[in-house]
């Protein structure tokens, strides 16, 4: 994966703006993370980058589609999402060890150049976005009919002769009435 590094050491005090688009680097977090997805189009992420004490704040905009299987008839469904986000990143101190110093570059994204200077992984902060984006559940249209268990037509395009069974487990609710 192309890293996008940002000098932490320099930030003027009213923070610094960046924007990634880079198509490559969109479909290296796919492949990375196993996404089951396609980017039609390379998301746009907008980041502002303020320094703040013991840190710094990340402010983003994460917007593109998806196109994901639809979770009711396997069709694609292109879906579009905006995402905001705010992550305080802390900087080390000086009394961590060499190997606890280098789990928490990894988990916050940073490593620490000779003589101290911080960096910040702007592809890293991104490709978390992108994963918390994804939908838990994606249809391609609202009221997607899903496919027939019996037969596996797609009843949104036809419908089918098979007649609905009830789930076996279900029986003993069918009796059951509710009062109000």
């Known amino acids: 994966m192309k890293a996008y590094w940002a000098s932490l050491a320099d930030l003027p005090p009213q923070g610094a703006d960046f924007i990634i688009e880079d198509h490559a680097l969109w479909d290296s977090l796919v492949e990375e993370f196993r996404l089951d997805c396609r980017l039609p189009q390379s998301p746009k992420a907008e980041l502002l980058i303020l320094p703040v004490e013991g840190g710094c704040l990340v402010r983003g905009r994460l917007a593109g589609v998806f196109v994901l299987p ?14 905001r986000f705010e992550h305080f990143v802390a900087l080390p101190s000086g009394e961590k060890g060499e190997a606890e110093k280098q789990e928490y570059e990894q988990e916050a994204h940073l490593r620490i150049l000779a003589g101290g200077l911080p960096e910040l992984d702007l592809a890293g902060v991104c490709g978390e976005e992108l994963v918390l984006a994804l939908p838990v559940k994606a249809l391609c249209v609202p009221d997607c009919k899903g496919l027939c268990p019996v037969c596996g037509t797609n009843r949104n395009m036809a419908a089918c002769g098979c007649a609905e069974e009830a789930d076996p487990r279900l029986a003993p609710l069918r009796g059951l009435k509710l009062q109000s």
Do not use: I, N, V
């Open 70 to 83: 639809c979770s009711r008839c396997a069709e694609d469904a292109a879906l579009p999402f905006e995402e």
